[in-house]
DNA sequence: CATATTCGTTAGTCACAACTTACGGTTAGT
DNA sequence: ACTAACCGTAAGTTGTGACTAACGAATATG
Protein backbone atom coordinates (compact mmCIF):
# COMPACT_ATOMS: atom_id res chain seq x y z
CA UNK A 1 0.00 0.00 0.00
CA UNK A 2 1.41 3.38 -1.02
CA UNK A 3 -1.49 5.33 0.52
CA UNK A 4 0.03 7.64 3.40
CA UNK A 5 -1.27 10.00 5.42
CA UNK A 6 -1.03 13.88 4.65
CA UNK A 7 2.91 14.30 3.39
CA UNK A 8 3.47 18.02 2.83
CA UNK A 9 6.06 17.74 0.91
CA UNK A 10 4.50 15.22 -1.92
CA UNK A 11 1.29 17.49 -1.81
CA UNK A 12 3.41 20.63 -3.05
CA UNK A 13 5.16 17.96 -5.57
CA UNK A 14 1.95 16.98 -6.51
CA UNK A 15 0.10 20.69 -6.89
CA UNK A 16 3.20 21.62 -9.07
CA UNK A 17 1.21 19.41 -11.69
CA UNK A 18 -1.80 21.55 -13.86
CA UNK A 19 -3.47 19.26 -14.69
CA UNK A 20 -3.69 17.84 -10.85
CA UNK A 21 -4.36 21.65 -9.76
CA UNK A 22 -7.57 21.35 -11.92
CA UNK A 23 -8.58 18.46 -10.32
CA UNK A 24 -8.51 19.89 -7.38
CA UNK A 25 -10.18 22.96 -8.41
CA UNK A 26 -13.28 20.64 -9.47
CA UNK A 27 -13.78 19.49 -6.28
CA UNK A 28 -14.26 22.37 -4.62
CA UNK A 29 -17.75 22.02 -5.44
CA UNK A 30 -17.44 18.28 -3.20
CA UNK A 31 -16.73 14.77 -4.21
CA UNK A 32 -16.79 14.07 -7.78
CA UNK A 33 -16.17 10.50 -9.86
CA UNK A 34 -13.52 9.81 -12.48
CA UNK A 35 -15.68 9.47 -15.44
CA UNK A 36 -16.77 13.15 -14.59
CA UNK A 37 -13.39 14.47 -13.84
CA UNK A 38 -12.18 13.16 -17.10
CA UNK A 39 -15.15 14.95 -18.98
CA UNK A 40 -13.80 18.21 -18.15
CA UNK A 41 -10.23 17.76 -18.47
CA UNK A 42 -7.95 17.50 -21.98
CA UNK A 43 -6.68 14.32 -20.75
CA UNK A 44 -7.78 10.72 -21.13
CA UNK A 45 -9.41 9.12 -18.22
CA UNK A 46 -6.45 6.93 -17.23
CA UNK A 47 -3.91 9.66 -17.11
CA UNK A 48 -6.83 11.31 -14.48
CA UNK A 49 -6.84 7.92 -13.09
CA UNK A 50 -2.63 8.00 -12.26
CA UNK A 51 -2.85 11.82 -11.11
CA UNK A 52 -5.81 10.89 -8.81
CA UNK A 53 -3.41 7.79 -6.81
CA UNK A 54 -0.94 10.41 -6.93
CA UNK A 55 -3.26 13.23 -5.10
CA UNK A 56 -4.81 10.35 -2.87
CA UNK A 57 -1.18 9.39 -1.88
CA UNK A 58 -0.23 12.13 -0.42
CA UNK A 59 -3.12 12.69 1.50
CA UNK A 60 -4.87 15.76 -0.08
CA UNK A 61 -7.44 13.53 -1.49
CA UNK A 62 -9.87 10.84 -0.27
CA UNK A 63 -11.93 8.15 -2.06
CA UNK A 64 -14.80 6.72 -1.28
CA UNK A 65 -16.60 3.24 -3.48
CA UNK A 66 -19.93 3.94 -4.05
CA UNK A 67 -21.46 0.89 -6.80
CA UNK A 68 -18.40 0.51 -9.89
CA UNK A 69 -18.00 4.32 -9.11
CA UNK A 70 -15.10 6.17 -6.74
CA UNK A 71 -16.07 9.47 -5.62
CA UNK A 72 -12.90 11.65 -4.82
CA UNK A 73 -12.64 14.83 -2.18
CA UNK A 74 -10.82 17.06 -0.95
CA UNK A 75 -9.11 16.17 2.07
CA UNK A 76 -8.87 19.26 4.86
CA UNK A 77 -6.74 17.87 7.15
CA UNK A 78 -3.92 17.54 4.35
CA UNK A 79 -4.61 20.96 3.58
CA UNK A 80 -4.14 22.20 7.23
CA UNK A 81 -0.80 20.74 7.24
CA UNK A 82 0.63 22.13 3.99
CA UNK A 83 -0.10 25.18 5.18
CA UNK A 84 1.85 24.81 8.54
CA UNK A 85 4.33 22.95 6.73
CA UNK A 86 4.72 26.34 4.53
CA UNK A 87 4.91 28.64 7.36
CA UNK A 88 7.70 27.01 8.93
CA UNK A 89 9.86 27.36 5.46
CA UNK A 90 9.54 30.85 5.98
CA UNK A 91 8.38 31.89 9.58
CA UNK A 92 11.61 33.45 10.38
CA UNK A 93 11.55 35.88 7.17
CA UNK A 94 8.05 36.89 7.80
CA UNK A 95 9.04 38.10 11.07
CA UNK A 96 11.79 39.68 10.13
CA UNK A 97 9.47 41.39 7.48
CA UNK A 98 6.77 42.46 9.89
CA UNK A 99 9.38 43.88 12.29
CA UNK A 100 11.13 45.64 9.13
CA UNK A 101 7.61 46.97 8.33
CA UNK A 102 7.06 48.28 11.95
CA UNK A 103 10.24 49.82 11.49
CA UNK A 104 9.41 51.08 8.38
CA UNK A 105 6.18 52.52 9.40
CA UNK A 106 7.55 54.03 12.61
CA UNK A 107 10.02 55.83 10.41
CA UNK A 108 7.21 57.28 8.37
CA UNK A 109 5.19 57.72 11.62
CA UNK A 110 7.68 60.32 12.98
CA UNK A 111 8.77 62.51 9.63
CA UNK A 112 5.42 63.04 8.25
CA UNK A 113 3.26 63.42 11.67
CA UNK A 114 4.93 65.67 13.52
CA UNK A 115 2.47 66.34 16.24
CA UNK A 116 1.42 63.08 16.53
CA UNK A 117 3.35 60.99 18.91
CA UNK A 118 3.35 57.67 18.48
CA UNK A 119 3.67 55.09 21.28
CA UNK B 1 13.53 40.26 -18.77
CA UNK B 2 12.11 36.95 -17.42
CA UNK B 3 11.39 38.65 -14.24
CA UNK B 4 7.83 38.42 -13.23
CA UNK B 5 5.96 39.71 -10.30
CA UNK B 6 4.23 37.18 -7.66
CA UNK B 7 3.04 33.87 -10.00
CA UNK B 8 1.65 31.63 -7.15
CA UNK B 9 1.55 29.07 -9.93
CA UNK B 10 4.79 29.54 -11.05
CA UNK B 11 5.97 29.30 -7.32
CA UNK B 12 3.79 26.32 -6.46
CA UNK B 13 5.85 24.07 -9.38
CA UNK B 14 9.15 25.82 -7.96
CA UNK B 15 8.68 24.49 -4.23
CA UNK B 16 8.21 21.33 -5.71
CA UNK B 17 11.89 20.57 -6.32
CA UNK B 18 13.63 19.72 -2.94
CA UNK B 19 16.96 21.37 -3.73
CA UNK B 20 14.66 24.79 -4.27
CA UNK B 21 12.67 24.20 -0.43
CA UNK B 22 15.99 23.28 0.60
CA UNK B 23 17.44 27.02 -0.30
CA UNK B 24 14.06 28.69 1.03
CA UNK B 25 14.82 26.85 4.27
CA UNK B 26 18.11 28.57 4.27
CA UNK B 27 16.87 31.95 3.80
CA UNK B 28 14.80 32.18 7.07
CA UNK B 29 17.23 33.46 8.67
CA UNK B 30 18.29 36.58 6.07
CA UNK B 31 19.19 37.02 3.38
CA UNK B 32 22.50 35.22 1.83
CA UNK B 33 24.50 34.91 -1.25
CA UNK B 34 25.02 32.26 -4.11
CA UNK B 35 28.30 30.91 -2.50
CA UNK B 36 27.22 30.64 1.07
CA UNK B 37 24.10 29.07 -0.47
CA UNK B 38 25.80 27.03 -2.65
CA UNK B 39 28.39 25.92 0.30
CA UNK B 40 25.32 24.29 2.30
CA UNK B 41 24.12 22.60 -0.87
CA UNK B 42 24.95 18.90 -2.14
CA UNK B 43 25.13 20.59 -5.74
CA UNK B 44 27.23 22.95 -7.84
CA UNK B 45 26.90 26.43 -7.48
CA UNK B 46 26.05 26.28 -11.00
CA UNK B 47 23.43 24.59 -9.83
CA UNK B 48 22.35 26.59 -7.21
CA UNK B 49 22.17 30.03 -9.57
CA UNK B 50 20.04 28.30 -11.63
CA UNK B 51 17.75 27.21 -8.93
CA UNK B 52 17.60 30.84 -7.58
CA UNK B 53 16.71 32.32 -10.68
CA UNK B 54 13.77 29.91 -10.76
CA UNK B 55 12.96 30.98 -7.76
CA UNK B 56 13.16 34.83 -8.58
CA UNK B 57 11.34 34.36 -11.69
CA UNK B 58 8.54 33.19 -9.90
CA UNK B 59 8.65 36.00 -7.44
CA UNK B 60 9.53 34.51 -4.48
CA UNK B 61 12.69 35.35 -4.02
CA UNK B 62 14.33 39.23 -4.23
CA UNK B 63 18.04 40.03 -5.48
CA UNK B 64 20.17 42.87 -3.69
CA UNK B 65 24.02 43.18 -5.58
CA UNK B 66 27.03 44.13 -3.34
CA UNK B 67 30.05 44.31 -4.41
CA UNK B 68 30.93 40.98 -6.42
CA UNK B 69 27.83 39.35 -4.18
CA UNK B 70 24.37 39.37 -5.08
CA UNK B 71 22.41 38.53 -1.86
CA UNK B 72 19.22 36.64 -2.65
CA UNK B 73 15.86 36.59 0.14
CA UNK B 74 12.43 35.92 0.69
CA UNK B 75 9.80 38.21 -0.87
CA UNK B 76 7.22 38.36 1.56
CA UNK B 77 4.55 39.15 -0.74
CA UNK B 78 5.16 36.11 -3.05
CA UNK B 79 4.80 34.34 0.15
CA UNK B 80 1.24 35.85 0.98
CA UNK B 81 0.25 35.91 -2.67
CA UNK B 82 0.61 31.79 -2.58
CA UNK B 83 -1.11 31.74 0.28
CA UNK B 84 -4.11 33.32 -1.00
CA UNK B 85 -3.71 31.11 -4.05
CA UNK B 86 -3.96 27.75 -2.47
CA UNK B 87 -7.29 29.14 -0.23
CA UNK B 88 -8.86 29.49 -3.84
CA UNK B 89 -8.04 26.18 -4.34
CA UNK B 90 -9.92 24.90 -1.58
CA UNK B 91 -12.30 27.34 -0.26
CA UNK B 92 -15.21 26.15 -0.72
CA UNK B 93 -14.28 22.25 -0.15
CA UNK B 94 -13.14 23.95 3.24
CA UNK B 95 -16.28 25.12 3.85
CA UNK B 96 -18.46 21.79 2.90
CA UNK B 97 -16.33 20.22 5.27
CA UNK B 98 -17.25 22.44 7.93
CA UNK B 99 -20.87 21.89 6.81
CA UNK B 100 -21.20 18.52 6.88
CA UNK B 101 -19.10 17.78 10.35
CA UNK B 102 -21.62 20.09 11.24
CA UNK B 103 -24.16 17.87 9.66
CA UNK B 104 -22.54 14.71 11.01
CA UNK B 105 -22.86 16.13 14.52
CA UNK B 106 -26.67 16.26 14.48
CA UNK B 107 -26.81 13.12 13.16
CA UNK B 108 -25.20 11.40 15.73
CA UNK B 109 -26.86 12.92 18.57
CA UNK B 110 -29.91 11.89 17.18
CA UNK B 111 -29.56 8.48 16.45
CA UNK B 112 -26.55 7.53 18.67
CA UNK B 113 -27.50 4.05 18.79
CA UNK B 114 -27.77 3.08 15.27
CA UNK B 115 -26.18 0.71 13.47
CA UNK B 116 -26.55 1.40 9.56
CA UNK B 117 -23.55 -0.11 7.44
CA UNK B 118 -24.85 2.23 4.02
CA UNK B 119 -25.67 0.77 0.82
C1' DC C 1 -24.60 -16.51 -16.46
C1' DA C 2 -23.57 -12.97 -19.75
C1' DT C 3 -22.86 -8.21 -20.64
C1' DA C 4 -22.02 -3.40 -19.85
C1' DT C 5 -20.10 0.15 -16.93
C1' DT C 6 -16.59 2.10 -14.24
C1' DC C 7 -12.08 2.28 -12.92
C1' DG C 8 -7.06 0.84 -11.78
C1' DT C 9 -2.72 -0.94 -13.73
C1' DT C 10 0.91 -1.92 -17.02
C1' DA C 11 3.98 -1.12 -20.89
C1' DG C 12 6.05 1.97 -23.76
C1' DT C 13 6.99 6.60 -25.74
C1' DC C 14 8.31 11.38 -25.36
C1' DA C 15 9.12 15.84 -23.49
C1' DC C 16 11.10 18.38 -19.80
C1' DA C 17 13.87 19.57 -15.97
C1' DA C 18 18.04 19.10 -13.08
C1' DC C 19 22.75 18.53 -13.23
C1' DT C 20 27.90 19.20 -14.54
C1' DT C 21 31.40 21.32 -17.26
C1' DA C 22 33.19 25.16 -19.63
C1' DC C 23 33.12 29.88 -20.57
C1' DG C 24 32.23 34.99 -20.26
C1' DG C 25 31.16 39.18 -17.60
C1' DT C 26 31.72 42.35 -13.25
C1' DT C 27 33.77 44.09 -9.37
C1' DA C 28 37.47 44.64 -5.85
C1' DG C 29 42.25 44.70 -4.74
C1' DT C 30 47.36 45.23 -5.69
C1' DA D 1 46.59 47.07 -15.94
C1' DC D 2 46.59 42.56 -14.01
C1' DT D 3 44.78 39.20 -11.03
C1' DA D 4 41.49 37.02 -8.09
C1' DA D 5 36.82 36.48 -6.40
C1' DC D 6 32.02 35.95 -7.40
C1' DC D 7 28.42 34.93 -10.28
C1' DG D 8 25.35 34.08 -14.59
C1' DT D 9 24.82 31.61 -18.99
C1' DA D 10 25.27 28.01 -22.76
C1' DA D 11 25.80 23.37 -24.19
C1' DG D 12 25.19 18.68 -23.51
C1' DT D 13 23.77 14.53 -20.90
C1' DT D 14 20.61 11.91 -18.07
C1' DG D 15 16.90 10.71 -15.12
C1' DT D 16 12.06 11.49 -14.15
C1' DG D 17 7.32 12.26 -14.97
C1' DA D 18 3.04 12.78 -17.93
C1' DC D 19 0.66 10.75 -21.49
C1' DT D 20 -1.80 7.09 -24.62
C1' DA D 21 -3.14 2.47 -25.67
C1' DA D 22 -4.21 -2.07 -24.13
C1' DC D 23 -5.59 -5.09 -20.60
C1' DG D 24 -7.75 -6.83 -16.32
C1' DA D 25 -10.65 -6.53 -11.98
C1' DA D 26 -14.99 -5.32 -9.61
C1' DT D 27 -19.85 -4.17 -9.58
C1' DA D 28 -24.51 -3.56 -11.41
C1' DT D 29 -28.01 -5.21 -14.65
C1' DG D 30 -30.85 -8.15 -17.82
Redesign the interface.
Known amino acids: MTNEYANP?AA??A??D?TR?SI??H????ARSVGELAGHLPVSRPAVSQHLKVLSDCGLLTVTR?GTRRYY??A?EA?AG??AY?DT??????E??AAEARRQARLISTKETEDDPGN
Open positions: ELSLSPRVSLRGGHAIPVLRLLWDDALAY
